[in-house]
């Protein structure tokens, strides 16, 4: 591995944990402006100081995120689609000069196992892993699961694989109750994961705990997140758990008391 492979993924993870807490912002490049999101500057910025990287479309970059900031972006370069289309058309939408030019710490697609267009979508990660590599950009394969896919551990096991064998350096997938260690120890690579719709918070922190104790490496969490009714109080209660081993307990409590705080914050303003 060169030196700038190297040190891109030493900006992804946390150099104490080894692990990473991504705020995934990409949901509008197929749902448009979705619940949260429908104003992403005031969303994104009180959150950029609290994650490890920002996963992002470059349109919500340059129209919404300040240049200034120091937080490593992480790009998604997939898309094509509609919610209200076949999602699995997706072909790659952002060049891997443009990665370069934003200055993005890594890059990340969509594969689609099982589904319609699985074949395209896996051989395009095996060709953004030929381009990244001749950069030095770490690939983050996401495995996008269908209307009809099972999120269990033999499907998410099956697709994490596939990601890391064309060549991923990291892979994105849901957790599963059941053998979720499995999942990752199939994989070869390290695993994030997403956190999926929103649920409560304690639940939602519960996932994370559980998939850190499982051997996940951090998570690329959105709408548990920025759906939040305390979006900064979650995403530093979900880094307590990520980088600080605490469990759900403990984090849901930072998560009340910083609530509060933001509350009565807001209140003497
Ligand atoms: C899909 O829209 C994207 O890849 C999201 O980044 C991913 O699903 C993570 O977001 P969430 O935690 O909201 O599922």
């Known amino acids: 591995m060169d030196w700038g492979m190297k040190n891109r993924l030493a900006r992804i993870f946390n150099p104490k944990s080894g692990k990473t807490v991504m705020l995934a ?77 934003l200055n993005a710490v890594g890059v990340g697609l969509s594969i689609f196992v099982g589904e319609k267009n699985e074949d395209r979508t896996i051989s395009n990660l095996g060709r953004v892993v030929n381009e990244a590599e001749e950069y030095g950009m770490p690939v983050l394969a996401i495995t996008a699961v269908g209307k009809e896919m099972a999120r269990d551990a033999r499907y998410l096991g099956l697709a994490s694989r596939i990601a890391a064998e064309m060549g991923a350096h990291m892979v994105k997938t849901y957790y599963c109750e059941e053998d ?19 649920i409560p918070e304690k639940d939602a922190l519960q996932m ?62």
């Open 25 to 101: 912002v990409d949901h509008g490049y197929f749902q448009g402006p979705t619940t949260g999101l429908k104003k992403p500057r005031e969303t994104i910025m009180p959150l950029l100081p609290y994650c490890d990287s920002l996963f992002v479309t470059r349109g919500i970059l340059r129209n919404c995120i300040s240049p200034n900031t120091n937080t490593p972006i992480f790009l998604r370069v997939s898309g094509g689609p509609s919610v209200l289309g076949e999602l699995s058309n997706e072909d790659i939408t952002t060049s891997m000069k443009e990665a370069l030019r």
């Open 208 to 269: 994370a705990f559980n998939a850190i104790s499982k051997g996940a490496a951090g998570v690329d969490m959105g709408r548990n997140i920025f759906q939040s009714e305390s979006p900064v109080a979650m995403i530093q209660a979900i880094r307590a758990v990520v980088h600080e081993n605490y469990n759900a307990d403990e984090a849901f409590k930072l998560f009340n008391e910083l609530k509060e705080k933001t509350i009565i914050s807001s209140v003497v303003e």
């Open 180 to 198: 979720f260690e499995k999942v990752v120890e199939g994989c070869l690579v390290p695993i994030v994961i997403a956190g999926g719709k929103k």
